[in-house]
């Protein structure tokens, strides 16, 4: 079995003092065009005309920089993961897609290469899209790692690893031995809470260290913002599921908080880590003997109106659905809280079998997901950075 290494910080590719001046003016400009707006950027309220502006300053160092000789390549490489990151902050997930694609066919070294599949492969994951982990990532991407003189290729190969292991979950192949590299996300889906709480634990530890600012080789939901957040909430859903429930809400909290700080109240995020909350108190309250179903109730009717979850009277849950992981889990618990209330049974069925009808997870079926037993079994966990349960 492979061991993941420590998670590092991003300085061995980050803006230094040793820098080429074309990549100090890159550096400046990406800190420019994705600092400091905060949750302008998100999708219910893009305030259009400063993400434009902050994509013409990068499109324009771009057009400036190529060709201008020692470290242009690699300062355009990060002008061009930036734009993808503002696309997507802005609710542009396809073109972000586009960008990256084209980021992989300029990318000067291994590094970008990877960092551009990396997010390339989360977007597409949080897309719904399908995805083979045996024909993930592409030749070009592990010819790369091999081919350049790299004193951390041991550290891009476990990037790499840990990105199909989370297609692999997504997939249904709990047995691939790259899913042990998903940040923990493996162990704790199968029950192995200890080493997914070293694995959770280590991951946080070198966020908390980081400046993340200056992480310039990342896009996307790879960005190290959304790191932290996944790590931040799928520990919190660890100790859920491990009964230490005060810690539990302690960190989904911070999630929450980490969620609504970067991306605004109203972003799809803030709903996913509403779902874990919720999901939180229904074991808290299975396990103490109490009921909490107000509580839950209202978080599962607000984290499905940020989610923009479909009328259950509207037709083809079969069509493409944004978050449809999400919003299944949401209204398939839903329904488990209105079934036992005498007066809402019509009301929970009809929402139950919508979100059977919509579950399309590969590993378990959605009453398994629902059905938390005991540590050591199989669980799910929900994944903030794609937006998907694995």
């Keep these: 079995m492979l061991v993941a290494p420590k998670p590092r910080g991003p300085r061995q590719f980050a803006a230094t ?31 259009l005309p400063v993400a434009e502006e902050a994509m013409r300053i990068l499109e324009q160092g771009a057009l400036n920089l190529q060709g ?13 993961l930036a734009m993808s990151t503002l696309l997507y902050r802005s609710g542009k997930r396809q073109d972000a897609i586009e960008k990256l694609k084209a980021t992989q066919q300029v990318a000067p070294s291994a590094p970008f290469r990877v960092t551009a599949w990396e997010s390339l492969m989360g977007l597409q994951m949080e897309a719904g899209q399908e995805i083979s982990s045996s024909m ?39 047995d691939s031995e790259n ?10 889906c199968v029950g192995d809470f200890s080493m997914a709480t070293q694995v959770y634990e280590r991951v946080l530890e070198a966020m908390s260290m980081e400046d993340m600012s200056r992480n310039l080789l990342a896009a996307g939901n790879m960005v190290p913002e959304e790191v932290s957040l996944g790590a931040t909430s799928s520990y919190g859903q660890l100790l859920c599921h491990s009964g230490k429930f005060a810690e539990a809400e302690d960190y989904l909290t911070r999630a929450l908080k980490k969620a609504e700080e970067q991306f605004g109240a109203s972003h799809p995020k803030v709903g996913i880590v509403l779902t874990c909350i919720a999901r939180m108190y229904k074991l808290k309250a299975k396990s ?100 998907r349960v694995v």
């Excluded at 201008?68 to 061009?80: C, D, P, T, Y």
């Excluded at 899913?179 to 704790?188: D, I, N, P, R, V």
């Excluded at 599962?300 to 009277?313: D, F, G, Q």
């Design 136 to 174: 993930s990532p592409n030749d070009s991407v592990d010819m790369s790692i091999k081919d350049d003189d790299l004193p951390d290729q041991e550290h891009l190969k476990f990037r790499v690893n840990a990105v199909k292991g989370l297609i692999a979950l997504l997939n249904g192949e709990t």
């Design 68 to 80: 201008g000789g020692e470290g242009s390549a690699e300062a355009v490489g990060w002008l061009m």
């Design 288 to 387: 103490e003997g109490s009921s909490s179903i107000m509580v839950q109730e209202g978080l599962y009717r607000k984290a499905l109106e940020v989610l923009k979850a479909p009328a259950i009277s509207s037709e083809g849950t079969s069509k493409q659905m944004e978050w449809r992981d999400i919003i299944s889990l949401a209204r398939g618990e839903y329904a488990a809280l209105l079934l036992i209330q005498s007066n809402r049974k019509a009301e929970g069925e009809r929402m139950k079998e919508w979100a059977q009808d919509a579950w399309r997870n590969r590993r378990l079926t959605l009453a398994q997901a629902l059905e938390f037993t005991e540590p050591s079994k199989p669980t799910v966990v929900v994944d903030t950075r794609i937006g």
């Design 179 to 188: 899913a042990t590299l998903s940040y923990g996300e493996y162990l704790h």
């Design 17 to 47: 003092a040793g820098e080429t001046q074309p990549e100090r003016v890159a550096a400046e400009m990406v800190r420019y065009a994705l600092g400091g707006f905060g949750d302008s950027l998100s999708c219910a309220d893009p305030l």
